[in-house]
Structures are given as structure tokens and as C-alpha cells.
């Protein structure tokens, strides 16, 4: 049986755009790297759940960011490119995500510090609704400005959330009947974290914040009926003796709410932690990436493998993931993948 994943990627050496690439689980091999969309700097994709209906971070001819959206052409065994929605002089995002129960689009905006809500058609269509931009610094030499790097849906569905790299925060926002933007609240976190990616547990009684500059995990409780956060532990992503240059970068959970795993840049490794029942983490293990810049990684669905892009020595990792206790089998370390930052997975369902 084969499972398909996407690839987003930078486009600065090797890159054209989007690749897909099949996982073949039956011999557990990575083959058939493809290149399905010529684009420039596809950093992160999103879609619905088969991803017929693609969402990509891009840039115009012009230089221009924004997003663009494809529709898969099953008979063609192509992606059609729909439509754009390029911000003129400005940056593109750095996240985006699809809400299909509201179809809307959330993107957030590193370079401009701010957070877009788009509403999109049926076919993909894609519409500005609101903006709301972040204001604040922090200690670090990379926090003089806000740097919005997460806006996605709670699990709920009833609030949505802003990681900030720049100012140190976690903001909550509301949204209205014409999908308009109101913060909720903001949580500041140590001075330095960097918050870059957050998880929800699937209980939905705790979210999992990554620090990209502290190269730390936040645990929070979660009250899900007022949507506030507080927040009981936090555990180093790297080893106490790693001297050097780190930058946490994702963090995925697994389904039954067991093990959470997060990817270290310039460590080079992915952490495992085992979740207790009130959600603390505890370690499990560090387990090297055999790659430089392990920018993305994710489960499939079946979470019997996980897939690490490297950013910087342009080849996927292919682990086995051991459901009963977390740990990760190395299967592949030498597929040819260029630039990769993004690793998503369609679902056949």
C-alpha cells in the first residue's frame, strides 16, 4: 500500500516549488520524488482532507507574498492553480491553515507581525476578510518586532491562536459572524521562549507550546469552556551538554495522546517525551535526523511512520514509530528531497 505526501519546500538552491513523494508501506521505503507545482517558496501548505484543495504560502512573479490555492486533477494526475491572493511589498507568510467546517483560510506573517483571516469558495477561491497585527518586543536579538508564526483553529473549534515569536506571546482570538478578528487574550511566556508552533492534546484539556530560541516545551493547561491557558511545566528539547546554535522548529502529538515529538535545528534530532495523565512530559529519548535543519516532520496516518524534511542537506528521514512506547527505528536517510520545510500528509479517508 502507498501513501502520498506533499512537500513544501524553499526554493533558494535545488527547489522548484510543491513535490509529492510515496511512502510504500509494505517494503517501508520513500520513492518517487515528483514535482507537482512550479512555485516560488511554497514554505507551508495546507488543504482539506485529501488535499484535492491546496493552500500554499508563494510569491508572485513579481516578488510579491501571499498564497495561492490548486485543485488535483485526478484524471490529469496534476495540481490546476485557482487562484492568488498577493500581498503587494510584502513578505510572505510563514503559516497557513485550513478551517473546511467555515471555509476559511488563517495565515500568520513572520516579517509583518500580523495575522490574516481569508474566507475562501468552494473552489478555492480566495477572499481578505480581517488582519489583525501583533505589537511588542522581547530580550532576544530576533524579537525587536512581533513575529507571528502560528494561527490555527483550537481543536474545539471555538477560539483561535497566535503563536508570536517576537513578543513572547500566546494570543487568543475570537471570531465574529462575518469572521472577523477580536483577541481574547494574550499569555506572555518567559522572555526569550520564542513561540513558534503549539499542539492541543487530543483530550483537549492541554496544549503543547515549542520555544524555537529557549529550545523549550511549555505544557499549559487548557479550560476549553473560557479558553485560557496556564501554564504547569516546562522541559528542555535538547541534551544540557548541546553547546551551539539550536532552533526548535515543529512539534506533532500522536493521536492517542501518549508521545510528543519535536524537531531540533542544529542539534539535529527529533526529542521524544511520554505524556503523563495530568500532561506533563517526561524524556523518552533524543533520536538523530541524519540531516541538517530538520525544518518539518509528521505521522502518518496510520502513525506507524514518521517523514523529517531537511532544510539544508535536502534529503527525507524515514522512521518507524513504536506505538506502545514512542521509539522511532531508522528505515531511510538518504532520500533526495530538495529544500524541504513543509511535510504533509493527505489522508485517503
Partial sequence: MSQKILLGTYTKRKSNGIYSIELDKETKQLKQLKEEINVSTPTYLAGNND?????????????????????????????????????EDSAPPCYIAYDESRQLVYTANYHRGDVSVYRTSPEGHLTLVDTDTHSGKSVHENQQSPHAHYFDMTPDGKFLVSCDLGSD?????????????????????????????????????????????????????????????????????????????????????????????????????????????????????????????????????SERFIVVGHQDSDNLTLFERSEADGMLTLLQKDVFAPEVVCVKFPSSE
Fill in 51 to 87: 488535499y484535492s484543495l491546496l493552500f500554499s504560502i508563494a510569491k508572485s512573479p513579481e516578488g510579491n507574498g501571499g498564497i495561492a490555492s490548486y485543485h488535483y486533477d485526478k484524471e490529469k494526475d496534476a495540481y490546476t492553480k485557482i487562484d492568488g491572493a498577493f500581498l
Fill in 169 to 301: 506571546e500566546i494570543i487568543i482570538y475570537t471570531l465574529n459572524e462575518q469572521d472577523e478578528l477580536s483577541v481574547y487574550d494574550a499569555i506572555s511566556v518567559t522572555p526569550g521562549t520564542g513561540p513558534r508552533h503549539i499542539v492541543f492534546h487530543p483530550n483537549n484539556r492541554f496544549a503543547y507550546v515549542l520555544g524555537e530560541l529557549s529550545s523549550d516545551v511549555i505544557v499549559f493547561n487548557y479550560n476549553n469552556e473560557n479558553g485560557t491557558l496556564s501554564s504547569v511545566q516546562t522541559i528542555s528539547s535538547i541534551p544540557q551538554d548541546h553547546e551551539g546554535f539550536n532552533g526548535a522548529a515543529a512539534i506533532r502529538i500522536s493521536s492517542d495522546g501518549r508521545f510528543l515529538y519535536a524537531s531540533n535545528r542544529g542539534h539535529d534530532s527529533i526529542v521524544i517525551y511520554k505524556i503523563a495523565e495530568d500532561g506533563t512530559l517526561s524524556l523518552v529519548d533524543y533520536v538523530p535526523t541524519e540531516g541538517v535543519t530538520p525544518r518539518d516532520f509528521n505521522l502518518d496516518p
